[in-house]
């Protein structure tokens, strides 16, 4: 099979959300909320339900996942849209957090420790917790995720160090006898001190996860080009770019890419800890 992809392109853009749909539109879409898993189709993400943070001046955030007891509990995903001349000084509230900011349009700066980072669509940064980090917009409307998750210490094992990446710098690594399924990784599934793994899957068309992978991982995933049919739990769903999807642990899961181009999305999971046993009464 001839390798269509080019790791030094620029990533396709989601389409921007935002505004109101036509009072003459149909209400129903393809937003659903079940008890393994929940859609968050680009269509719903509307100014109507966009939330102002705290330490962020000239931003606002469709909150897309935050944990909730009994669903998906490890992690919050936010997809924050930073206006011309916006500024976070103090982006992060909880001292223990960590984060991963993947920039989907425009040209945000990251002022991380001591050092300036211009960023671009396809920039990949990662925040240890403690580490600090702000954020400015010297030129037009930019869009980010910002994911964050509490990191969970380990014996023996410390936080790991910021970084900040392109996804252009890192090759995709082709899934044993899958040529038409990538996964662009930006940390060493090996190194421990990661308890989080955000990276980026890639289907060519007609490429597939060609089985119900079932697994204590929670997910949540941003449909960053093109689109694909999912099977979640005992249904189909479609999904396109600019799509949330939020996936309880052990949720059944499987997908194919509908073509007529490349399939990817944001991935994140949480890995490399033992489960925690429930207290005793």
């Known amino acids: 099979m001839t390798d269509t992809s080019d790791s030094t392109a620029p990533p396709a853009q989601p389409p921007s959300p935002g505004g109101l749909p036509p009072q003459s539109a149909l209400m129903t879409g393809r937003a659903v909320f079940t008890e393994a898993y929940a859609v968050i189709p680009r269509g719903v993400m509307r100014d109507i339900v966009t939330s ?14 935050r944990p909730l007891s009994g669903f998906a509990e490890t992690f919050a995903m936010l997809l924050v849209e930073l206006e011309p001349h916006a500024h976070a000084p103090a982006p992060e509230p909880e001292a223990g957090a960590q984060g991963v900011l993947y920039v989907t349009g425009g040209a945000p700066v990251l002022h991380l420790e001591d050092t300036r980072h211009s960023l671009s669509p396809g920039s990949y940064a990662y925040l240890p917790p403690g580490c600090a980090w702000s954020l400015e ?13 509490r990191w969970e210490p380990a014996p023996g094992l410390t936080p790991p160090a910021p970084f900040v990446t392109s996804e252009a710098d890192h090759s995709p690594v082709t899934m044993p006898g899958a040529p038409a399924w990538k996964t662009t990784r ?12 955000v990276n980026i899957v890639t289907f060519e068309a007609g490429g597939s996860i060609p089985f119900e992978e079932t697994h204590v991982m929670e997910h949540g995933l941003f449909i960053l080009e093109g689109k694909g049919a999912y099977r979640l739990n005992r249904d189909w769903v479609e999904v396109e770019a600019g799509d949330f999807l939020w996936l309880r642990a052990f949720c059944p899961q499987a997908c194919y ?6 399939f990817r999305y944001l991935l994140y999971k949480d890995v490399n800890r033992h489960p925690a046993l429930a207290r005793p009464l």
């Open 52 to 65: 102002l943070l705290p330490g962020w001046e000239g931003a606002r955030a469709w909150i897309l996942a």
């Open 257 to 262: 890419a509908a073509g007529p181009g490349r």
């Open 186 to 197: 930006f940390v060493d599934p090996a190194d421990l001190r990661h308890d989080m793994h």
């Open 137 to 149: 917009n010297p030129g037009d409307t930019a869009r980010l995720i910002w994911l964050r998750k």
